[in-house]
């Protein structure tokens, strides 16, 4: 869902404070429910390199789980050292998102999961067959997707993967506990932070579970353009070159439009926007206040702001390796066919 430019100025100037503390569940598609055997399968599958052609990139090592869901780096580097074109959003909470990607390219957690094996940049496998064979050929892949499949198949890898994503939920954040009754969970400034996002038009984008929009339907998305404003640090940063959107529509209108982004735990993923070109919070708020709302905010908004998004940090889950199903006799490198 994105809004004409008419009515943006009407959105992003009324108050909402349409804020949510993070619930007790996660939405999960009838197709794909969830259990202990396929979260342990998907987490297997999440660490693992053999899942790239070299056997050196995994879906963690660009979403570390073991830290803040991402890989700090402007854009993450994939096979052979190449380095991909977008920053990498974070993992924990995604499962949240009515659609995935910085362009909202997939619908779900399964579609989004079915992307970067086969992406010639991250992990380089030539198709969703080379996958399934190279699964097949790990005794210990192929007992645990027959028990919980049936069979192995690229879906399946998806769907396992997906299962454990949607595990990775973020709790009790300050912000949260204020929510839920407990006056002192956030400090003065920042609920006087959260008012000020509110007031000066932060909210009307950034709301909802995640800080990313209104709940919508799987697949709908809720994006807007970037920059609305420009002004001289759209340039600094080079913000404007990514046409976002387009690159999946090709619609003229959806040129420089992205899929609104998640705001919980921002604080401990730097750097920031779609190219990862912005290191400081404080930065990034300025930026978002000249070029969506052509707003100046004063050091002390700023200050009260930051404190309010760092108030969204939650509680990370401990995340351990997990053993890897072997070929006898080989090593993990080794076993790359």
């Not at 009324?14 to 993070?22: F, G, K, R, T, Y």
């Not at 509110?198 to 950034?206: A, E, K, Q, V």
């Not at 750097?271 to 709302?293: C, K, W």
Request: glycine share 8%; charged share 20%.
């Amino acid at each position: 869902m994105k809004y004409p430019f008419a009515a943006i100025a009407m959105l992003v100037s009324a108050p909402v404070l349409a804020l949510d503390a993070i619930p007790d569940s996660v939405p999960t598609p009838i197709d794909n429910p969830m259990s202990r055997a396929k979260v342990e399968l998907g987490k297997q599958l999440f660490f693992d390199p053999r899942l790239s052609i070299d056997g050196t990139v995994s879906c963690n090592s660009c979403h570390n789980v073991m830290a803040n869901g991402t890989d700090s780096r402007p854009t993450s580097v994939g096979v052979d050292g190449q380095r991909g074109g977008r920053n990498a959003p974070t993992v924990w909470n995604a499962a949240f998102l009515s659609t995935q990607f910085w362009d909202g390219r997939a619908a779900t957690l399964e579609d989004q999961a079915k992307g970067p094996p086969l992406n010639p940049i991250e992990m380089g496998m030539p198709n969703a067959q080379a996958v399934v064979d190279r699964l097949e050929s790990i005794p210990g892949y192929k007992t645990q997707f027959d028990a919980i499949f049936g069979a192995v198949s690229y879906d399946n890898m998806a769907k396992a993967i997906a299962s454990y994503e949607r595990t990775l939920i973020t709790i009790n954040s300050p912000f949260d506990r204020h929510m839920k009754g407990d006056k002192t969970a956030m400090s003065d400034k920042a609920i006087k932070g959260m008012k000020r996002f509110d007031t000066i038009g932060c909210s009307g984008c950034h709301n909802g579970v995640n800080f990313a929009g209104p709940a919508l339907a799987t697949g709908t998305g809720f994006f807007q353009k970037f920059p609305i404003f420009n002004n001289p640090l759209i340039a600094k940063y080079d913000l404007a070159k990514d046409k976002g959107r387009y690159e999946v529509t090709k619609d003229n209108a959806d040129i420089n439009t992205w899929r609104v982004s998640p705001l919980r735990n921002i604080a401990t993923t730097a750097p920031y926007f779609h190219n990862g070109a912005v290191n400081s919070l404080d930065e990034a708020v300025r930026i978002m206040a000249t070029s969506q709302l052509d707003k100046k905010l004063s050091n002390s908004d700023v200050s009260e702001i930051v404190a309010f998004l760092e108030s969204l940090t939650g509680e990370f889950p401990i995340q351990t390796m997990p053993m890897l199903p072997g070929i006898a006799g080989s090593s993990l490198v080794g076993s790359i066919q």
